[in-house]
Nanobody, 119 residues
């Protein structure tokens, strides 16, 4: 199994930056993809960014060019650098890990960290 711990959320003014961190423990050797999702009040959870064990990255359309994901799945770490933040980026951000467990693909979520962008 995999456990995730997030840090780095907070309150920032529009145009500012924040960096989120997520550290995995447990069976980190089985992690295939790590990423960040977010959920704003009244909205569905959406992909922000993800990185595969091979280093391939993907981003949600609304954050392309502003956010950057980095990390090392083999070490169980993933970071999200968020620049040029907008009020619409306000949400709870969740770290996610996709891993293999006895041949079955499983998903683990972190507890979430609040990001609030003031106008």
């Amino acid at each position: 199994q995999v456990q995730l711990v997030e840090s780095g959320g907070g309150l920032v003014q529009a145009g500012g930056s924040l960096r989120l961190s997520c550290t995995a423990s447990g069976s980190i050797f089985s992690i295939k993809i790590m990423g960040w999702y977010r959920q704003a009040p009244g909205k569905q959870r959406e992909l922000v960014a993800a990185i595969s064990s091979g280093g391939t990255t993907s981003y949600g359309n609304s954050v392309k060019g502003r956010f950057a994901i980095s990390g090392d799945n083999a070490k169980g770490t993933v970071y999200l650098q968020m620049n040029s933040l907008k009020p619409e980026d306000t949400a709870v951000y969740y770290c996610n890990a996709q891993f293999q467990d006895m041949g079955v693909t499983r998903f683990k979520w972190g507890q979430g960290t609040q990001v609030t962008v003031s106008s």
